[in-house]
C-alpha cells in the first residue's frame, strides 16, 4: 500500500520559516512520480502548493513563490517544502500528494498523506 508520513509542522511567528518532510513508500510506478504539497485553510477547500514533477521542473502557486520550495532528499522518496516569510494566511493543514503524473488541481492527487498542521501568528 502507498504510505505518505508527513513531518516537521508546528507554529511560527510572522516571517519565521519550517521545513515540512514527507516520506513515500509503497508507491506502484516505476517509471515516474510527481510528488506535491497541498494545503486546506480553515473553512477554505484544498489547494495546491507546489508540486515536483519527475523530470524535475517544478510548479508553485503564486501565494507561495518566491517563498517556499519543493525539493527531493537524496533518497528520492524523501519531498521536503521549505517555507520562508510565513505569513497568517500560509495557516494551513498542509498534505503531502503523491500520484503518476503532475495536476494542478490537488484532488488529481489519488495519495494523500495525513495532514500536518502549520500556524502562523502575528
Known amino acids: 500500500a502507498v504510505e505518505l508520513v508527513e513531518s516537521g509542522g508546528g507554529s511560527v511567528e510572522v516571517g519565521g520559516s519550517l521545513r515540512l518532510s514527507c516520506v513515500i513508500s509503497?508507491?506502484?510506478?516505476?517509471?515516474?512520480?510527481?510528488m506535491a504539497w497541498a494545503r486546506q485553510a480553515p473553512g477554505k477547500e484544498h489547494k495546491l502548493v507546489a508540486y515536483?514533477?519527475?523530470?524535475?521542473?517544478?510548479r508553485y502557486d503564486e501565494f507561495v513563490q518566491g517563498r517556499f520550495t519543493i525539493s527531493k532528499g537524496d533518497e528520492k522518496n524523501t519531498l521536503f517544502l521549505q517555507m520562508n516569510s510565513l505569513k497568517p494566511e500560509d495557516t494551513a493543514v498542509y498534505y503531502c500528494?503523491?500520484?503518476?503524473?503532475?495536476?494542478?488541481?490537488?484532488?488529481?492527487?489519488?495519495?494523500w498523506g495525513q495532514g500536518i498542521q502549520v500556524t502562523v501568528s502575528s
Open positions: 500528494l503523491a500520484e503518476r503524473n503532475c495536476y494542478t488541481n490537488p484532488r488529481n492527487f489519488d495519495y
Open positions: 509503497g508507491y506502484p510506478w516505476t517509471d515516474r512520480i510527481c
Open positions: 515536483l514533477n519527475n523530470d524535475g521542473s517544478t
